[in-house]
C-alpha cells in the first residue's frame, strides 16, 4: 500500500474515531488549563484502567500562526510515583494538503515527571482520582 493509501486511511479514520464518535456518545471535554493561547483538555468517558489508569487528551492550538491545531494523547499515570506517560499521539498539523495534516506516533514513551506548566499536575490528579459513572442496565 502507497504512503498516500496510508495517509488517506489513517485520516479517515481519525475522522472517525475522533470526529464522529464523540458526537454518538455525547462525550464532554474537561478543560485542566489554558496557557498561551493553549486549551489542555481531557475526555472524561474514554477513561479506562488497564495496567494504569488512562485518557485521551487534547492541546487545542487557538493562534492561527501556530503549527499545530490540534495535539490528541492517550495518557497513563503511575499513581503512587507522580508520573505521566503518552501511549499514543496524533499531531493535527495547520495544512493545506491533506497528505501532510496527520502525524502519528504510536511508540510508548517513558515515564516522565510532571510538568506544572502545562498543567500536568491536574491531569495526574483527574487520573488518579476518577471513578467512571456506573452504567445502567
Not at 475522522?15 to 486549551?39: R, S
Not at 496524533?90 to 498543567?119: A, C, G, H, P
Request: hydrophobic share 35%; proline share 4%.
Amino acid at each position: 500500500m502507497s504512503k498516500v493509501k496510508k495517509k488517506i486511511l489513517n485520516f479517515l479514520f481519525f475522522v472517525q474515531f475522533f470526529l464522529l464518535t464523540p458526537t454518538l456518545v455525547n462525550a464532554t471535554y474537561e478543560a485542566y488549563g489554558y496557557d498561551k493561547g493553549i486549551d489542555y483538555l481531557y475526555i472524561p468517558e474514554t477513561f479506562t484502567w488497564k495496567e494504569f489508569p488512562r485518557v485521551w487528551t487534547i492541546m487545542k492550538f487557538n493562534d492561527v500562526s501556530s503549527k499545530f491545531t490540534l495535539i490528541y494523547s492517550l495518557e497513563e499515570a503511575d499513581c503512587p510515583r507522580k508520573l505521566l506517560r503518552n501511549l499514543s499521539q496524533t499531531w493535527v498539523i495547520r495544512e493545506t494538503d491533506l497528505e501532510k495534516r496527520l502525524t502519528q506516533n504510536r511508540r510508548i514513551k517513558m515515564w516522565r515527571e510532571l510538568s506544572y506548566e502545562k498543567f500536568e499536575e491536574r491531569l495526574h490528579n483527574f487520573l488518579c482520582t476518577y471513578t467512571p459513572p456506573k452504567k445502567e442496565e
